[in-house]
């Protein structure tokens, strides 16, 4: 079988003989076909090797071109039909695609030795070329994705020297590029080489200033200085970047400049679709990210079909991830309250029900602005609707300065990179923004035909669809209706599959739902009725998406199938990835179901009206596991409550145990314990009568976690000894090592050290083995603190050390803040306040950051406290003070009361006995005081003066009277 090699200078190989390939139009065609892979219309190849041609004069020296080809020994295989060519042959970029699909990252990595034709001169075919740069670039990102994968398995293993090596050849391509260089520092570091990474951040730092102007990113600076202290940094999460315009913004500026004049923290674009409201908020957003301290995030809320998800597809933007059983809003609320920040909300309009939602948010976070793109206006206060309509008519004496005309123009050289409008083509052209009155997204439509008709002739077309749908229609619509004209059958068929993605989708994901080759995938987003980001995921404008759908529906056979072939597909993503959970691979899995969560949601829902059982029950475990990890619990408790209702209705015991189970798992995380323990105990006898070992493991260790939140700890291991013989006897490595996890906290919270450190040791060295890196840094966390019990200090602070470690990696920032609360504590306990005020410092800011306000608190009062050992004491009250403010907001009375101690103490200092003992004796008579919080207070008590201590039992406020009158005191 004929290969031919496209990864590096391009060569033929058939049955032994090797034929190198020289530089020729012949040769490019042949070449695109292979890589294609697929069959491409003449069209399409007459437009790319002679744009500057008619179609008819393109399509004949296309065929002179193909009657060349019979001088190339290779090109046998060549299929060519009256409309379509097709050249199927092996290549090593399929080779590639498929390792990366497969995931096969050493495979990837040894396949993309160079880039795509490398060293081969592209002659007289402009197009062609800037085909070719494109795929280079996205072949490089994904050899790169591949690269990163590599060297993170690489330094789980401790092989650093391999993975520097590796990230070295990525860098080396691209030295701009700041992730790569952080990955390349870390691994230079880890390997011991801690001069090698300064001097490569040197190197890179100079660089970028002679050749730029920049400076490196804060993170990069912060990874440098942390090198240079020999200690990992603690970067917060940071939010994604704005999306990325293919192009520059064309006028506007009146716009800009009225909406950067506002004071309006609520500043609402509305307009009709296609006029242009998120390219607006984009280029706006931009402009003002420099002057706000968090800098501006976008929220694309086309997928969001259900009100009540906005709050989590806004923490979903954020990076943030709910915990705990508070509400998803309140999190979400608190996470924003100390933002200075720029939340762009794009398309709203199907969400306006929610917009309270937005002036809570304005509440409660002051630093906090919003711009929202909507087609109606927000019936707030605090909005400021701005209308925006199309670009202004072309003025008849300057045509070549119109906005509008410039956009076209600007649009139109995508698809014939050297177009030059004439004189003619300016005046059809300004007619042409007339009639679709001055819509960006009409234009682009209509300018991706130039390279098949004169301007002309795509205003004519266009007006003759506008008359023909009546005299209702706008521009837009006879603009999309003559785009879809001009489709092909292919295109408008795959256009109608890809009309029902929610959210996006990525180019295999269209490839298994539709059949869809690369080619047919770009040929639409040359039409511009597709767009690639830079990410690789492809998102069609709602706008058109309506359209499409409106066309879909009107073929309900058609309908169906695609819609099972969309379900089936998402269906298979969850199966597999109920496969890798029992791999161990919990964190890959999380990523990639939440990438796709929106259509996961769309295709649960067909799944479950349809019945289709075995579907949902392979891919309840990944998607519950999804959504627990993501914190989205009251999502999980309603999605698998309308599962278990529906399947005890038709009859399938079995699946409504299981989902009674998921049920039961996130009342756990919701807090509420009784009520999940009573699902976990129902659900039990179907599972155990089916024996169904993924039923079992899950029902025997969520009672464990259940009766473990209740205290009674020998009920919990016995439930944890169940699901860990079991693990033992079906070889799951991965759910064992998390069971031992739990059995090591049992013993832990009873005092039996030694024991849970055996367990956390076992269990860390299953974890490792199966490469579960969020497992194996809860163990390391948990180790740490009973190596610390046990008395073995320098072993104990090294483990949590290398959890902390761990968990940034992971980016798992809620472990990570705690395991620098617990690093802390024991810098107090040692007697080491300044490390421990330092490392209380780095814990409160990150969870301020994550809007963990409970963790906050606690913070805030151990900085106190350090400031009373190190003899500050209007800093301890400062503390003090402030921690009480927030710990009375969220109601947690423990810390209330660990205040209260604190500030008894402060009085003893002062000798103001009297003052210092009512609030003692609260403490130790309260039940939400911790014990070891009382042990203080007693201690406290012990050490007044007999004086004092003879007073006897004084009457004693409660603890909210106390809380208030501190409060209502003016700070000193």
């Given at each position: 079988m004929l290969q031919l090699r496209l990864l590096g200078p391009p060569y033929a190989q058939l049955e032994g003989q090797r034929w190198e390939l020289a530089s020729s139009k012949p040769v490019y065609l042949l070449l695109y076909l292979a890589y294609q892979g697929d069959w491409v219309s003449r069209a399409h190849l007459a437009a790319l090797f002679y744009p500057d041609q008619d179609e008819p004069t393109a399509r004949h020296r296309l065929r002179l071109l193909l009657s060349r080809l019979r001088e190339l020994p290779w090109a046998g295989g060549l299929e060519a039909e009256p409309q379509r060519l097709r050249f199927r042959v092996a290549t090593d970029v399929q080779a590639f695609s498929a390792a990366i699909q497969q995931q096969?990252?050493?495979?990837?990595?040894?396949?993309?030795?160079?880039?795509?034709?490398?060293?081969?001169?592209?002659?007289?075919?402009?197009?062609?070329?800037?085909w070719l740069e494109a795929e280079r670039e996205e072949l490089r990102s994904l050899w790169r994705e591949a690269v990163l994968e590599t060297t993170l398995a690489l330094g789980q293993n401790g092989r650093h020297k391999e993975a520097a090596g590796l990230l070295r050849q990525v860098w080396e391509q691209d030295i701009f590029d700041e992730q790569i260089l952080q990955a390349y520092m870390r691994s230079l570091h880890a390997q011991g080489s801690r001069d090698g990474a300064l001097a490569v951040f040197e190197l890179f730092k100079g660089q970028l200033q002679s050749e730029l102007g920049l400076a490196p990113l804060p993170e990069t600076e912060q990874l440098a200085e942390a090198i240079r202290q020999?200690?990992?940094?603690?970067?917060?999460?940071?939010?994604?970047?704005?999306?990325?315009?293919?192009?520059?913004?064309?006028?506007?500026?009146?716009?800009?400049?009225?909406?950067?004049?506002?004071?309006?923290?609520?500043?609402?674009?509305?307009g009709m679709g296609g006029v242009g409201k998120t390219r607006l908020a984009l280029e706006l957003a931009q402009q003002q990210t420099p002057q706000l301290a968090h800098g501006a995030l976008f929220v694309s809320l086309t997928g969001v079909e259900n009100p009540e998800q906005l709050p989590s597809a806004i923490a979903e933007a954020l990076g943030f991830t709910f915990f705990g059983p508070r509400e998803p809003k309140t999190q979400l609320l608190d996470y924003l309250k100390n933002k200075e920040l720029l939340l762009v909300l794009d398309n709203f309009d199907h969400l306006l029900q929610e917009a309270g939602l937005l002036a809570e948010m304005l509440e409660q976070a002051p630093k906090l602005h919003l711009l929202v793109t909507s087609r109606q206006h927000l019936d707030l206060p605090e909005a400021w609707n701005y209308p925006l309509t199309g670009l202004p008519r072309p003025d008849p004496n300057n045509l070549e300065s119109s906005e509008a005309i410039l956009l076209f123009v600007q649009a139109a050289r995508r698809s014939r990179p050297n177009f030059q409008p004439t004189p003619t083509d300016l005046q059809a052209i300004a007619e042409l923004c007339q009639t679709v009155e001055?819509?960006?997204?009409?234009?682009?439509?209509?300018?991706?035909?130039?390279?098949?008709?004169?301007?002309?002739?795509?205003?004519?077309?266009?007006?003759?669809?506008?008359?023909?749908?009546?005299?209702?229609?706008?521009?837009?619509?006879?603009?999309f209706e003559y785009s879809?004209?001009?489709?092909?059958?292919?295109?408008?068929?795959?256009?109608?599959?890809?009309?029902?993605?929610?959210?996006?989708?990525?180019?295999?994901?269209?490839?298994?739902?539709?059949?869809?080759?690369?080619?047919?995938?770009?040929?639409?987003?040359?039409?511009?009725?597709?767009q690639k980001e830079p990410t690789g995921r492809y998102q069609m404008h709602p706008l058109l998406q309506q359209y499409t759908w409106q066309k879909l529906a009107r073929q309900p056979q058609l309908q169906s199938q695609l819609q099972r072939q969309h379900a089936l597909h998402f269906a298979a993503l969850l199966e597999a990835g109920g496969e890798q959970l029992r791999q161990g691979r919990w964190d890959?899995?999380?990523?990639?179901?939440?990438?796709?969560?929106?259509?996961?949601?769309?295709?649960?829902?067909?799944?479950?009206?349809?019945?289709?059982?075995?579907?949902?029950?392979?891919?309840?475990?990944?998607?519950?596991?999804?959504?627990s990890a993501r914190g989205l619990y009251r999502e999980g408790e309603t999605t698998f409550a309308r599962l278990a209702e529906t399947a005890q209705r038709e009859g399938k015991p079995l699946l409504w145990a299981r989902a009674t189970q998921r049920r039961g798992w996130f009342g756990l995380q919701l807090?509420?314990?009784?009520?999940?323990?009573?699902?976990?105990?129902?659900?039990?006898?179907?599972?155990?009568?089916?024996?169904?070992?993924?039923?079992?493991?899950?029902?025997?260790?969520?009672?464990?976690?259940?009766?473990?939140?209740?205290?009674?700890?020998?009920?919990?291991?016995?439930?944890?000894?169940?699901?860990?013989a079991l693990a033992e006897q079906t070889q799951n490595t991965a759910s064992l090592a998390n069971i031992l996890n739990s059995l090591g906290n049992t013993r832990r919270w009873t005092g039996r050290f030694a024991e849970a450190a055996a367990y956390f040791q076992q269990g860390l060295r299953l974890a490792e083995a199966v490469g579960n890196r969020q497992t194996t840094a809860f163990l390391l966390a948990n180790l740490g603190g009973a190596l610390w019990e046990?008395?073995?200090?320098?072993?104990?602070?090294?483990?949590?050390?290398?959890?902390?470690?761990?968990?940034?990696?992971?980016?798992?920032?809620?472990?990570?803040?705690?395991?620098?609360?617990?690093?802390a504590e024991m810098s107090y306990v040692q007697k080491d306040y300044a490390r421990s005020s330092e490392l209380r410092q780095r814990s409160l800011a990150l969870r301020r950051e994550l809007g963990n306000r409970r963790g906050e608190a606690f913070?805030?009062?151990?900085?106190?406290?350090?400031?009373?050992?190190?003899g500050q004491p209007l800093e301890a009250r400062q503390h003090f003070l402030e921690g009480l403010q927030i710990a009375q907001e969220v109601a947690a009375k423990p810390i209330q009361l660990d205040v209260l101690i604190g500030l008894a103490e402060l009085e003893l200092q002062q000798g103001q006995f009297q003052q210092a003992l009512p609030m003692l004796q609260l403490a130790v008579r309260h039940p939400a005081t911790s014990a070891e919080a009382k042990g203080r207070a007693h201690q406290l008590l012990a050490s007044l003066p007999p004086e004092a201590q003879g007073v006897g039992s004084i009457s004693t406020p409660d603890l909210e009277h106390w809380v208030a009158q501190i409060l209502e005191q003016p700070s000193t």
């Amino acid at each position: 079988m004929l290969q031919l090699r496209l990864l590096g200078p391009p060569y033929a190989q058939l049955e032994g003989q090797r034929w190198e390939l020289a530089s020729s139009k012949p040769v490019y065609l042949l070449l695109y076909l292979a890589y294609q892979g697929d069959w491409v219309s003449r069209a399409h190849l007459a437009a790319l090797f002679y744009p500057d041609q008619d179609e008819p004069t393109a399509r004949h020296r296309l065929r002179l071109l193909l009657s060349r080809l019979r001088e190339l020994p290779w090109a046998g295989g060549l299929e060519a039909e009256p409309q379509r060519l097709r050249f199927r042959v092996a290549t090593d970029v399929q080779a590639f695609s498929a390792a990366i699909q497969q995931q096969d990252w050493p495979k990837a990595i040894q396949l993309h030795q160079q880039p795509l034709l490398n060293q081969f001169p592209i002659r007289e075919a402009d197009t062609f070329e800037a085909w070719l740069e494109a795929e280079r670039e996205e072949l490089r990102s994904l050899w790169r994705e591949a690269v990163l994968e590599t060297t993170l398995a690489l330094g789980q293993n401790g092989r650093h020297k391999e993975a520097a090596g590796l990230l070295r050849q990525v860098w080396e391509q691209d030295i701009f590029d700041e992730q790569i260089l952080q990955a390349y520092m870390r691994s230079l570091h880890a390997q011991g080489s801690r001069d090698g990474a300064l001097a490569v951040f040197e190197l890179f730092k100079g660089q970028l200033q002679s050749e730029l102007g920049l400076a490196p990113l804060p993170e990069t600076e912060q990874l440098a200085e942390a090198i240079r202290q020999g200690r990992p940094p603690a970067p917060p999460p940071a939010p994604a970047r704005l999306p990325l315009p293919d192009s520059p913004l064309i006028g506007r500026q009146r716009e800009l400049a009225e909406l950067c004049s506002g004071a309006a923290r609520l500043r609402v674009l509305t307009g009709m679709g296609g006029v242009g409201k998120t390219r607006l908020a984009l280029e706006l957003a931009q402009q003002q990210t420099p002057q706000l301290a968090h800098g501006a995030l976008f929220v694309s809320l086309t997928g969001v079909e259900n009100p009540e998800q906005l709050p989590s597809a806004i923490a979903e933007a954020l990076g943030f991830t709910f915990f705990g059983p508070r509400e998803p809003k309140t999190q979400l609320l608190d996470y924003l309250k100390n933002k200075e920040l720029l939340l762009v909300l794009d398309n709203f309009d199907h969400l306006l029900q929610e917009a309270g939602l937005l002036a809570e948010m304005l509440e409660q976070a002051p630093k906090l602005h919003l711009l929202v793109t909507s087609r109606q206006h927000l019936d707030l206060p605090e909005a400021w609707n701005y209308p925006l309509t199309g670009l202004p008519r072309p003025d008849p004496n300057n045509l070549e300065s119109s906005e509008a005309i410039l956009l076209f123009v600007q649009a139109a050289r995508r698809s014939r990179p050297n177009f030059q409008p004439t004189p003619t083509d300016l005046q059809a052209i300004a007619e042409l923004c007339q009639t679709v009155e001055g819509l960006p997204l009409a234009l682009e439509l209509a300018s991706a035909w130039v390279r098949e008709l004169s301007c002309r002739e795509i205003l004519e077309e266009i007006r003759d669809h506008q008359a023909l749908l009546g005299p209702k229609a706008s521009g837009m619509e006879a603009v999309f209706e003559y785009s879809w004209h001009l489709l092909s059958p292919e295109q408008q068929h795959l256009m109608l599959g890809l009309s029902l993605f929610r959210g996006g989708f990525n180019r295999a994901a269209a490839q298994k739902t539709q059949g869809a080759s690369h080619y047919l995938l770009l040929s639409l987003v040359g039409c511009s009725l597709l767009q690639k980001e830079p990410t690789g995921r492809y998102q069609m404008h709602p706008l058109l998406q309506q359209y499409t759908w409106q066309k879909l529906a009107r073929q309900p056979q058609l309908q169906s199938q695609l819609q099972r072939q969309h379900a089936l597909h998402f269906a298979a993503l969850l199966e597999a990835g109920g496969e890798q959970l029992r791999q161990g691979r919990w964190d890959r899995v999380v990523d990639e179901v939440a990438v796709e969560a929106e259509n996961i949601r769309a295709a649960w829902a067909w799944l479950l009206e349809g019945h289709h059982w075995p579907q949902l029950e392979a891919g309840l475990g990944a998607w519950g596991h999804s959504l627990s990890a993501r914190g989205l619990y009251r999502e999980g408790e309603t999605t698998f409550a309308r599962l278990a209702e529906t399947a005890q209705r038709e009859g399938k015991p079995l699946l409504w145990a299981r989902a009674t189970q998921r049920r039961g798992w996130f009342g756990l995380q919701l807090g509420q314990t009784e009520r999940a323990k009573a699902l976990l105990e129902q659900s039990l006898p179907p599972v155990e009568q089916q024996h169904h070992t993924d039923g079992l493991l899950f029902g025997y260790n969520g009672l464990g976690v259940a009766w473990t939140r209740l205290g009674d700890y020998p009920q919990a291991e016995h439930w944890f000894q169940k699901a860990r013989a079991l693990a033992e006897q079906t070889q799951n490595t991965a759910s064992l090592a998390n069971i031992l996890n739990s059995l090591g906290n049992t013993r832990r919270w009873t005092g039996r050290f030694a024991e849970a450190a055996a367990y956390f040791q076992q269990g860390l060295r299953l974890a490792e083995a199966v490469g579960n890196r969020q497992t194996t840094a809860f163990l390391l966390a948990n180790l740490g603190g009973a190596l610390w019990e046990l008395g073995e200090h320098p072993a104990g602070w090294q483990t949590t050390q290398q959890a902390a470690q761990l968990a940034e990696e992971l980016q798992h920032w809620p472990l990570f803040s705690g395991c620098l609360s617990n690093l802390a504590e024991m810098s107090y306990v040692q007697k080491d306040y300044a490390r421990s005020s330092e490392l209380r410092q780095r814990s409160l800011a990150l969870r301020r950051e994550l809007g963990n306000r409970r963790g906050e608190a606690f913070d805030t009062v151990m900085l106190g406290y350090n400031a009373l050992r190190l003899g500050q004491p209007l800093e301890a009250r400062q503390h003090f003070l402030e921690g009480l403010q927030i710990a009375q907001e969220v109601a947690a009375k423990p810390i209330q009361l660990d205040v209260l101690i604190g500030l008894a103490e402060l009085e003893l200092q002062q000798g103001q006995f009297q003052q210092a003992l009512p609030m003692l004796q609260l403490a130790v008579r309260h039940p939400a005081t911790s014990a070891e919080a009382k042990g203080r207070a007693h201690q406290l008590l012990a050490s007044l003066p007999p004086e004092a201590q003879g007073v006897g039992s004084i009457s004693t406020p409660d603890l909210e009277h106390w809380v208030a009158q501190i409060l209502e005191q003016p700070s000193t």
